[in-house]
């Protein structure tokens, strides 16, 4: 079982690595939160899955409260990371910062 | 004490230097606050792995509410760089 | 008033759950349940006027949200693990083509707008960035393949699942 905690807690580290190393290498802001977003988020699922796992083979007297928590914490992360991250990009591009190499910008027309 | 968990809290609170660099070279403002939301969640993330590292269900309701403020913060910043406050 | 009761009770509810373990009463001590009482219903009172004539019916809907669990599991879970790998991918590679196209969400309320705009932010390479009068949603795409896409293009099938879980 052991194993299991331990793939799954690598799992976790290794998107989260994956997402603060798009941080640094992608070229502007746009791009940037399509790394932090969605890897992060992932990787957070991953470690709580990790968690509740140990609790749920390690069960002592207050493992219900750690792992209902847990997962409170885990739905308030994914509820509020991708609604900041929608936020960010809006006023990214209202203040003036347009997306480099773009193909096509179809919100460039839209009046505000 | 839970070596493994503590280990692994470490490690993700290790990554916070990724977005750091982010912060200090990021051309533009939208570019640091997306470095300190990512910051935020893995600030986030790791207190989840040292509160089970202690075994102490205090550091996951701290958590909790982290996450719901830094939300807020986001939102305020994002407000501001707008132009609508 | 019946916005105050609401979301009253829902405070109320989500404190028990988040203090369960405390004491002798059932899961809960004494000071916990005053405690919750109080603060549940100055934060209805304080908040009344935001969530009042906003609620419908079809939030007690057990289909509904029966569909929503598996919405989560199915299309969202699984798109999650191939955004992941894809972005992963594109992070070691640099191989990105961006750009910001719009489409129609199809949707008619604003829970179905929210819901599918975060369920775009989490799946293959797409960001949502804003959202107009008519719901017609702008999205940043990292690998443009057409430059007027329709919303199959885009998010798959989750438009027509989203759709069916709150209208």
Request: charged fraction near 15%; aromatic fraction near 10%; hydrophobic fraction near 50%.
């Given at each position: 079982?052991i194993?299991v905690?331990y ?5 976790g580290?290794l ?12 070229p502007?802001?746009y791009t ?11 990787g957070?699922?991953f470690?709580v899955l ?10 002592s ?5 750690m ?6 914490a885990?739905?308030?992360l994914?509820?509020t ?7 960010i990009?809006r006023a990214a591009?209202r203040?003036?910062?347009h997306p480099?190499?773009a193909?096509v910008d179809s919100?460039e027309k839209?009046?505000r | 004490m ?7 809290g ?7 230097l990724l977005?750091?660099?982010r912060?200090?070279?990021?051309p ?8 300190l939301?990512?910051?935020?969640t893995?600030?986030v993330?790791s207190?989840l792995?040292f509160?089970l590292g ?11 509410v982290?996450a719901l403020?830094?939300y807020?913060?986001?939102l305020?910043?994002a407000k501001?760089?707008?132009?609508s406050? | ?7 009253s009770?829902a405070c109320?509810i989500?404190y028990l759950v988040?203090t ?7 899961l809960w ?16 009172f ?10 419908s019916?079809k ?6 949200w029966m ?5 989560l599991i199915y299309?969202?879970?699984?798109e999650m693990l191939?955004?992941?790998v894809?972005v992963?991918?594109?992070?070691i590679?640099m191989?990105i ?5 719009k489409i129609?969400s199809?949707?008619n309320?604003?829970?179905g707008v929210?819901?599918?705009?975060n369920?775009?932010?989490?799946t293959?390479?797409t960001?949502t ?6 719901n ?8 443009v393949k057409?430059?007027q ?6 998010c798959?099938k989750?438009?027509?699942w989203?759709?069916?879980i709150t209208?």
């Open positions: 079982m194993e905690i793939a799954l807690a690598g799992i580290i998107f989260n690595f994956l997402g603060g190393i798009g941080l640094v290498r992608f502007d802001v940037r939160l399509h790394a932090e977003t969605k890897c992060t988020t992932f957070s699922i470690i990790a968690i509740l796992l140990y609790e749920l083979v390690n069960w007297t207050n493992s219900w409260v792992s209902f928590h847990s997962i409170i885990l739905i308030a994914i509820i990371n991708p609604a900041g991250a929608h936020a990009a591009h203040s003036g910062v480099k190499e193909v919100y839209v009046k | 839970n070596m493994l968990f503590l280990g692994i470490s490690i993700l609170a290790s990554f916070i977005p750091l660099v912060m200090i070279s990021g533009t403002i939208p570019d640091r606050v997306v470095a939301d990512a910051m935020n893995f600030v993330v207190m792995c509160g202690y075994n102490s269900p205090i550091y996951i309701d701290v958590a909790i982290y403020l830094s807020v913060t986001t305020y910043i501001y760089l707008e132009g406050l | 008033m019946k916005a105050f009761v609401i979301t009770a109320f989500f988040l369960a373990g405390s004491g002798a009463i059932g001590s004494i000071y916990e349940i005053i405690a919750g009482l109080l603060l549940s219903i100055i934060v209805g304080v908040s009344q006027k935001y969530v009042g004539g906003r609620m019916k939030a007690l809907d057990p289909m509904r569909r929503f669990f598996v919405y299309p969202l879970f699984w191939k955004s992941n894809d992963a991918i594109r992070v590679t191989d083509h961006p750009g910001i196209v129609d199809k949707q309320n604003d829970i929210t819901l599918l705009a369920s775009i932010t989490l293959p390479g960001l960035v804003d959202v107009d009068e008519k017609n949603l702008y999205v940043h795409w990292i690998d057409k430059k896409p329709k919303t199959e293009d885009v798959g989750m438009a027509d989203v759709r069916r209208q």
